[in-house]
């Protein structure tokens, strides 16, 4: 499964930006899905992951302003981001996994693919 991010940029707090993830390869409809980012200095933290029945799942730090969704038919995630802070500067990683269950779906190791990653630059 191959993974290619894209949406990054530069944008104002405040402001929005919608990430894409299109999976190729050999890719199964129960493969979850979901994103991680991190900032310079830190460690690469959870985002946002959608399961296999649909469930999403959010870090506390961006409840309420991001949304994840996925369209199977494309084999494709989306991250919608509003409300776009400072704290949110960091490179985006959209991810997959074939053996991601819930206790796990917000570890970094649970997955087994990634994507190279694309910039968000909040500016205050």
């Known amino acids: 499964v191959q993974l290619q991010a894209s949406g990054g940029g530069l944008v104002q707090a405040g402001g929005s930006l919608r990430l894409s993830c299109a999976a190729s390869?050999?890719?199964?409809?129960?493969?979850?899905m979901g994103w991680f980012r991190q900032a310079p200095g830190k460690e690469r933290e959870f985002v946002a992951a959608?399961?296999?029945?649909?469930?999403?799942y959010y870090a506390d730090s961006v409840k309420g302003r991001f949304t994840i969704s996925r369209d199977s038919a494309k084999s494709a995630v989306y991250l919608q981001m509003t409300s776009l802070k400072p704290d949110d500067t960091a490179i985006y990683y959209c991810?997959?996994?074939?053996?991601?269950?819930?206790?796990?779906?917000?570890?970094?190791?649970?997955?087994?693919?990634w994507g190279q990653g694309t910039q968000v630059t909040v500016s205050s």
């Open positions: 959608r399961g296999r029945s649909g469930s999403t």
């Open positions: 991810a997959a996994g074939n053996s991601v269950i819930i206790t796990t779906i917000r570890s970094a190791s649970a997955y087994d693919y």
């Open positions: 390869g050999r890719t199964f409809s129960s493969i979850v």
